[in-house]
């Protein structure tokens, strides 16, 4: 399977500090994204790595990719209360998108 | 507002009930997808239509029968359904297939 499998399941950290979560997966991939979700509500786009990149900035997010270890991880840097909810990698294929179980990140006040 | 819109947001039903759920984008994307979230599990993929041809059907019991009538609905529709199917119901599209996704606020299902 392509899935990506999200390390850790939990983090908590506290507000400022930087949270780093990894993705690794199995098969050759066009694409990895990542996404956002808060509590019972819709998955939002964070960034997306193309398979020919290693590194991609958005704000406070910085996603690396590395193909060779069929890994990627997202850092969130001086986190806030806001940051707190489930992230998920998701790999895309030559047709679709499957998501990882994702991580639930806590930020302490 | 993502731009993808279902309604309702949340749903009650028995088991002998028929509802359907409705998805609306006006993003111009040309990809819908259905997918389910229950409680510790990743998000499975439902269905998936490409410029309203279903072209994938990930093994769904047909008690879950999509419809897709133009590139800016989805619905699902849903009868006899068990109490396993409660979960989070959510809707997404994409430009094409492989772009990143933009999804619905989704919703609560609940099977009684």
């Known amino acids: 399977s392509q899935q990506g499998e999200e390390d850790p399941q939990a983090l908590s950290i506290q507000e400022g500090e930087n949270a780093t979560m990894n993705c690794s997966y199995k098969t050759s991939i066009n694409n990895l994204q990542w996404y956002r979700q808060n509590s019972g509500r819709g998955l939002v786009h964070l960034i997306l790595i193309r398979s020919n990149e290693r590194e991609k900035h958005s704000g406070r997010l910085r996603v690396t990719l590395d193909t060779s270890k069929k890994s990627s991880s997202l850092l969130i840097t001086a986190s806030r209360a806001a940051d707190t909810a489930s992230y998920f990698c998701?790999?895309?294929?030559?047709?679709?998108?499957?998501f990882g179980s994702g991580t639930r990140l806590s930020i302490r006040p | 507002e993502t731009g993808v819109t279902q309604t309702p947001r949340h749903l009650v039903m028995g088991m002998t009930n028929k509802k359907s759920l409705k998805c609306e984008q006006h993003?111009?994307?040309?990809?819908m997808y259905w997918y389910k979230q229950s409680a510790k599990k990743p998000l499975e993929l439902m269905f998936v239509?490409?410029?309203?041809?279903?072209?994938e059907n990930n093994s769904v019991p047909s008690r879950f029968s999509p419809e897709c009538p133009n590139s800016s609905h989805l619905f699902l529709h849903l009868h006899t359904l068990q109490p396993e199917d409660s979960a989070l119901y959510l809707c997404?599209?994409?430009?094409?297939?492989?772009?990143?996704?933009?999804f619905g606020s989704g919703t609560r299902l609940t099977v009684v």
């Open positions: 997404a599209s994409s430009p094409g297939q492989g772009d990143g996704y933009t």
């Open positions: 998701a790999t895309a294929g030559a047709s679709k998108i499957i």
């Open positions: 239509y490409n410029f309203k041809e279903q072209t």
């Open positions: 993003l111009g994307h040309n990809a």
